[in-house]
Protein backbone atom coordinates (compact mmCIF):
# COMPACT_ATOMS: atom_id res chain seq x y z
CA UNK A 1 0.00 0.00 0.00
CA UNK A 2 1.13 3.51 -0.81
CA UNK A 3 1.16 6.35 1.64
CA UNK A 4 0.54 8.98 -0.65
CA UNK A 5 -2.58 9.97 -1.08
CA UNK A 6 -4.26 7.98 1.57
CA UNK A 7 -6.35 8.80 4.32
CA UNK A 8 -5.44 7.16 7.67
CA UNK A 9 -6.27 6.90 11.24
CA UNK A 10 -3.95 6.62 13.91
CA UNK A 11 -5.44 5.55 17.22
CA UNK A 12 -3.35 7.33 20.13
CA UNK A 13 -2.28 9.81 18.19
CA UNK A 14 -1.57 12.70 20.38
CA UNK A 15 1.86 11.30 21.51
CA UNK A 16 4.81 8.91 21.49
CA UNK A 17 4.42 6.47 18.67
CA UNK A 18 0.84 7.66 17.35
CA UNK A 19 2.07 11.03 17.10
CA UNK A 20 5.64 10.27 15.31
CA UNK A 21 3.05 8.01 12.67
CA UNK A 22 0.91 11.65 12.31
CA UNK A 23 3.96 13.25 11.10
CA UNK A 24 5.35 10.75 8.97
CA UNK A 25 2.40 10.41 7.41
CA UNK A 26 1.92 13.99 6.13
CA UNK A 27 5.65 14.02 5.26
CA UNK A 28 5.06 11.10 2.88
CA UNK A 29 1.33 12.55 1.17
CA UNK A 30 -1.09 11.31 2.86
CA UNK A 31 -4.29 12.58 2.08
CA UNK A 32 -5.66 12.91 5.81
CA UNK A 33 -4.54 11.82 8.96
CA UNK A 34 -7.21 11.42 11.66
CA UNK A 35 -5.56 11.49 14.97
CA UNK A 36 -7.58 9.58 17.65
CA UNK A 37 -7.20 10.42 20.97
CA UNK A 38 -9.42 10.11 24.38
CA UNK A 39 -9.03 14.08 24.81
CA UNK A 40 -8.91 15.59 21.13
CA UNK A 41 -8.04 18.88 22.65
CA UNK A 42 -4.54 17.15 23.55
CA UNK A 43 -4.32 16.61 19.70
CA UNK A 44 -2.02 19.30 18.86
CA UNK A 45 0.29 18.36 15.36
CA UNK A 46 -0.32 20.67 13.14
CA UNK A 47 -2.13 19.23 9.14
CA UNK A 48 -4.14 16.60 11.02
CA UNK A 49 -7.70 16.29 11.85
CA UNK A 50 -8.25 15.24 15.77
CA UNK A 51 -11.16 12.99 16.15
CA UNK A 52 -12.48 12.32 19.90
CA UNK A 53 -12.32 8.40 20.31
CA UNK A 54 -11.41 6.50 23.28
CA UNK A 55 -11.33 3.30 21.77
CA UNK A 56 -12.40 1.29 24.75
CA UNK A 57 -15.86 2.55 24.37
CA UNK A 58 -18.33 1.36 21.54
CA UNK A 59 -19.70 4.23 21.18
CA UNK A 60 -16.61 6.56 20.16
CA UNK A 61 -15.68 3.48 18.16
CA UNK A 62 -18.93 3.92 16.48
CA UNK A 63 -18.87 7.80 16.07
CA UNK A 64 -15.19 6.96 14.37
CA UNK A 65 -16.16 4.74 11.87
CA UNK A 66 -18.94 6.82 10.51
CA UNK A 67 -17.25 10.17 10.78
CA UNK A 68 -13.77 8.92 8.89
CA UNK A 69 -15.96 6.67 5.99
CA UNK A 70 -13.23 7.69 4.02
CA UNK A 71 -10.22 5.73 5.74
CA UNK A 72 -7.69 3.80 3.32
CA UNK A 73 -5.52 2.78 6.51
CA UNK A 74 -6.05 2.23 10.11
CA UNK A 75 -3.06 1.59 12.64
CA UNK A 76 -4.76 0.60 15.66
CA UNK A 77 -1.69 2.14 17.75
CA UNK A 78 -3.25 2.75 21.17
CA UNK A 79 -1.99 1.12 23.89
CA UNK A 80 -1.59 0.85 27.73
CA UNK A 81 0.68 -1.23 30.12
CA UNK A 82 1.26 -1.59 33.65
CA UNK A 83 4.43 -3.79 35.16
CA UNK A 84 4.07 -6.42 37.38
CA UNK A 85 3.63 -9.86 37.87
CA UNK A 86 0.82 -12.33 37.24
CA UNK A 87 1.03 -13.31 41.12
CA UNK A 88 0.75 -9.62 42.06
CA UNK A 89 -2.65 -9.33 44.92
CA UNK A 90 -4.01 -6.87 41.59
CA UNK A 91 -3.10 -9.03 38.66
CA UNK A 92 -6.90 -10.33 37.63
CA UNK A 93 -8.05 -6.47 37.29
CA UNK A 94 -4.82 -5.44 35.64
CA UNK A 95 -5.23 -7.80 33.08
CA UNK A 96 -8.77 -7.04 32.24
CA UNK A 97 -7.79 -3.02 32.20
CA UNK A 98 -4.69 -3.79 29.52
CA UNK A 99 -6.66 -6.22 27.40
CA UNK A 100 -9.13 -3.75 27.42
CA UNK A 101 -7.26 -1.79 25.52
CA UNK A 102 -4.28 -3.74 24.15
CA UNK A 103 -6.56 -6.35 22.33
CA UNK A 104 -10.33 -5.98 22.47
CA UNK A 105 -10.14 -2.31 21.24
CA UNK A 106 -7.68 -3.63 18.44
CA UNK A 107 -10.46 -6.16 17.90
CA UNK A 108 -13.25 -3.54 18.00
CA UNK A 109 -11.66 -1.23 15.41
CA UNK A 110 -10.89 -4.08 12.82
CA UNK A 111 -14.27 -5.35 13.51
CA UNK A 112 -15.55 -1.58 12.80
CA UNK A 113 -13.44 -0.11 10.17
CA UNK A 114 -12.90 -3.45 8.04
CA UNK A 115 -16.13 -2.67 5.88
CA UNK A 116 -15.17 0.79 5.44
CA UNK A 117 -11.59 -0.23 4.18
CA UNK A 118 -13.56 -2.53 1.49
CA UNK A 119 -15.79 -0.17 0.03
CA UNK A 120 -12.46 1.98 0.18
CA UNK A 121 -10.77 -0.66 -2.07
CA UNK A 122 -9.19 -2.88 0.50
CA UNK A 123 -6.62 -0.32 2.01
CA UNK A 124 -4.27 -1.53 5.05
CA UNK A 125 -4.53 -2.33 8.91
CA UNK A 126 -1.25 -1.94 10.55
CA UNK A 127 -1.24 -3.30 14.17
CA UNK A 128 1.39 -1.94 16.64
CA UNK A 129 2.25 -4.80 18.97
CA UNK A 130 5.74 -5.69 20.59
CA UNK A 131 8.45 -8.26 20.90
CA UNK A 132 6.68 -8.84 24.33
CA UNK A 133 4.21 -10.72 21.87
CA UNK A 134 6.74 -13.33 22.05
CA UNK A 135 8.88 -13.76 25.37
CA UNK A 136 7.00 -13.13 28.67
CA UNK A 137 9.32 -12.35 32.06
CA UNK A 138 7.00 -11.34 34.19
CA UNK A 139 7.99 -7.91 34.75
CA UNK A 140 4.84 -6.60 32.62
CA UNK A 141 3.12 -9.90 32.74
CA UNK A 142 0.10 -8.93 31.96
CA UNK A 143 1.23 -6.11 28.76
CA UNK A 144 3.16 -9.27 27.25
CA UNK A 145 -0.24 -11.56 27.29
CA UNK A 146 -2.26 -8.98 25.39
CA UNK A 147 0.28 -7.93 23.57
CA UNK A 148 0.45 -11.88 22.79
CA UNK A 149 -3.13 -12.03 21.93
CA UNK A 150 -3.10 -9.08 19.65
CA UNK A 151 -0.32 -10.94 17.45
CA UNK A 152 -2.88 -13.57 17.35
CA UNK A 153 -5.97 -11.29 16.77
CA UNK A 154 -3.17 -9.82 13.70
CA UNK A 155 -2.73 -12.90 12.45
CA UNK A 156 -6.37 -14.16 12.20
CA UNK A 157 -7.34 -10.56 10.84
CA UNK A 158 -5.00 -11.84 7.70
CA UNK A 159 -6.71 -14.73 6.55
CA UNK A 160 -10.23 -13.03 7.43
CA UNK A 161 -9.20 -10.34 5.57
CA UNK A 162 -7.77 -11.74 2.16
CA UNK A 163 -10.33 -12.20 0.03
CA UNK A 164 -11.28 -7.92 0.50
CA UNK A 165 -7.83 -6.96 -0.97
CA UNK A 166 -7.05 -5.88 3.47
CA UNK A 167 -3.01 -5.67 4.04
CA UNK A 168 -2.59 -6.68 7.33
CA UNK A 169 0.82 -6.07 8.71
CA UNK A 170 1.84 -6.45 12.30
CA UNK A 171 4.82 -4.45 13.61
CA UNK A 172 6.59 -5.59 16.83
CA UNK A 173 9.50 -4.03 18.18
CA UNK A 174 11.20 -3.53 21.85
CA UNK A 175 12.11 -0.43 24.12
CA UNK A 176 10.75 2.61 22.31
CA UNK A 177 11.35 5.96 23.89
CA UNK A 178 8.34 6.79 24.62
CA UNK A 179 6.04 7.70 27.70
CA UNK A 180 5.43 4.18 27.91
CA UNK A 181 9.31 2.84 28.89
CA UNK A 182 10.05 6.14 30.87
CA UNK A 183 11.13 4.54 34.08
CA UNK A 184 12.94 1.45 31.80
CA UNK A 185 17.01 1.43 32.13
CA UNK A 186 17.08 -0.26 29.29
CA UNK A 187 18.73 0.73 25.25
CA UNK A 188 15.39 2.31 23.36
CA UNK A 189 14.93 3.41 19.82
CA UNK A 190 13.56 6.39 18.81
CA UNK A 191 9.59 6.61 17.42
CA UNK A 192 10.66 7.87 13.93
CA UNK A 193 13.07 5.08 13.60
CA UNK A 194 10.27 2.49 14.09
CA UNK A 195 7.63 4.41 12.30
CA UNK A 196 9.94 5.00 9.36
CA UNK A 197 10.34 0.94 9.14
CA UNK A 198 7.14 0.06 9.75
CA UNK A 199 5.29 2.76 6.96
CA UNK A 200 8.74 1.14 4.51
CA UNK A 201 7.12 -2.06 5.41
CA UNK A 202 3.59 -1.38 4.51
CA UNK A 203 4.50 -0.08 1.18
CA UNK A 204 6.77 -2.81 0.66
CA UNK A 205 3.36 -5.29 0.99
CA UNK A 206 5.39 -6.89 4.16
CA UNK A 207 3.47 -8.81 6.59
CA UNK A 208 4.90 -7.97 9.27
CA UNK A 209 8.03 -5.53 10.26
CA UNK A 210 10.56 -6.21 12.90
CA UNK A 211 11.67 -3.25 13.60
CA UNK A 212 15.17 -3.59 15.40
CA UNK A 213 18.04 -5.91 16.66
CA UNK A 214 16.56 -7.00 19.92
CA UNK A 215 13.20 -7.94 18.18
CA UNK A 216 15.12 -9.95 15.12
CA UNK A 217 17.21 -11.70 17.64
CA UNK A 218 14.23 -12.65 19.88
CA UNK A 219 12.57 -14.15 16.18
CA UNK A 220 15.37 -15.90 15.16
CA UNK A 221 15.84 -17.17 18.52
CA UNK A 222 12.08 -18.62 18.54
CA UNK A 223 13.29 -22.01 17.21
CA UNK A 224 16.90 -22.36 19.12
CA UNK A 225 17.33 -25.41 21.21
CA UNK A 226 17.04 -23.29 23.71
CA UNK A 227 13.99 -21.18 22.24
CA UNK A 228 14.13 -17.08 23.48
CA UNK A 229 10.99 -17.17 25.07
CA UNK A 230 12.16 -19.46 27.55
CA UNK A 231 14.72 -18.32 30.31
CA UNK A 232 18.07 -18.22 29.53
CA UNK A 233 21.06 -19.22 31.55
CA UNK A 234 23.15 -16.17 33.12
Known sequence: MKIENAVVLVTGANRGIGLAFARELLARGARKVYAGARDSAS????????????????????????????????????GIAQPGGFLAPDSEAVARRIFETNFFAMLRMSKAFAPILKANGGGALLNVLSAASWVNGGELAAY??????AWSLTNALRGELAAQKTQVLALHMAYVDTDLTRGFDVPKSSAEQIVKRALDGLESGLDEVLADELTLQLK?????????????AS
Open 220 to 232: RGMTAARPSYLPQ
Open 144 to 149: SASKSA
Open 43 to 78: VTQAGVQPLRLDVTKPEDVAAAAAQASDVTLVINNA
